[in-house]
């Protein structure tokens, strides 16, 4: 069990570094107010991720995967991610913000980072097939005690990237000027659209016809 521990640890931060979009609207709201809200989305970002991996667990996401609630579910996540980049494309514009700590008292952070995880088909798919992961790594026969071992390391490990994505943002946004607040803004702005492309043309170009749906 102390190699799972350490297996899903290892995931966790891997699944956690990779950039996307919880890491752009993280950064853009970081250089902000600094750590809070930074912090804020990413936790939201894992409590989004905590309810699949429970959903995984009790076998209740193989529902997300029917096509009358997973197409709507992308869809509305590509719609988020357009308009985190319409966002960001704005910010782009305009003069670099005084430092604003309050902005970490707002929950609209953690709602954003919580909707951006619940509405990402790739965390649907990922946890509905948590159970070969596990037997990826040497779990022939995976029991609650090997899925609780996985999920501590996992959730582990994320909330450490938590306070480590935060603090390296918080420390990051003094160096922040004028060309590098609008070279920000518009990379995020340039990336959110792209996720939100992929995300839709993904769920429009599928062929949903062997699930009686026609696009």
Known sequence: MVSLFASAF???LLFNAAPGAIFAESLRRGIKGGFSPAFAVQIGSLVGDFVWAVLGLLG???LFNLPYVELPLALAGAGLLFWLSWQSLRDAVSPVP???PSAGKRGSGFAVGAALSLSNPLNITYWAALGGTLTAFG???????AFTVFLAGFMLSSVLWCFFCAGLISMSR???GPILWMSINAGCAIGLAIFGYMVAMNALTRDWSSFGVAL
């Open 139 to 145: 779990v022939a026969d995976p029991d609650w005690t």
């Open 10 to 12: 290892l995931l966790g």
């Open 174 to 176: 003094r160096y922040v």
């Open 60 to 62: 209740a996401a193989a």
């Open 98 to 100: 005084e430092f604003d």
